[in-house]
């Protein structure tokens, strides 16, 4: 069973709710709206999938020393796009191709309720609520499972989400998906 004494022991990403067979483990917010993991010890039967996913709990056992990684930076040329984009617009460029190689997309948008959530997109046009910075932590709610299934018929799969999030799936996943493209954004 995971336990989060410190909230610097969490990074909210939901990989430990998403994993859970038993839906022993909720998301709720505390007094500033951030949410954490609750587990229902009730339903809990410690099976350790919940640590398994955790990157936080990993992040201190792995050797990134000798790692390199490659760093690429861009700019979308469509003036449109990158107007109404907060970081160069590569976001609905890559989008546009994910979409015309008939993949999925998921990002960041607001929904009715102003609450900024993670969302499914399979047109170009329903791509454009993602474009923009929100600065606060998203609702994933489904999304890993969702991501899951899609991956698991050969979809192609574009998420976007914050470092951890990013982080959190691909723990979730348990194994790498050649049909998965990540986009991490750089937190405030």
Do not use: W
């Amino acid at each position: 069973m995971i336990v989060i004494k410190e909230k610097s022991d969490c990074c909210g990403c939901t990989a430990c709710f998403s994993i859970c067979p038993h839906k022993a483990i909720s998301m709720e917010a505390d007094n500033q709206g951030f949410l954490y993991p609750n587990i229902d010890k009730k339903k809990c039967v410690n099976c350790g999938l919940c640590n398994k996913v955790c990157p936080i709990s990993h992040r201190q056992q792995e050797n990134t020393e000798n790692t390199t990684h490659e760093i690429y930076a861009a700019r979308c040329k469509d003036s449109n796009i990158l107007y109404n984009s907060s970081s160069g617009g590569m976001f609905s460029t890559i989008a546009k191709y994910i979409l015309d190689c008939g993949g999925v997309v998921i990002g960041v948008a607001y929904n009715q309720k102003m609450e900024v959530v993670h969302c499914l997109s399979e047109t170009e046009s329903d791509c454009k609520k993602f474009r923009g910075s929100k600065y606060v932590q998203s609702y994933l709610g489904k999304t890993f499972s969702t991501i899951k299934q899609h991956l698991a018929t050969g979809r192609l799969v574009l998420f976007s989400g914050t470092p951890c999030q990013v982080e959190g799936l691909n723990r979730f996943l348990l194994k790498p998906y050649n049909n998965l493209i990540t986009i991490d954004l750089v937190c405030h």
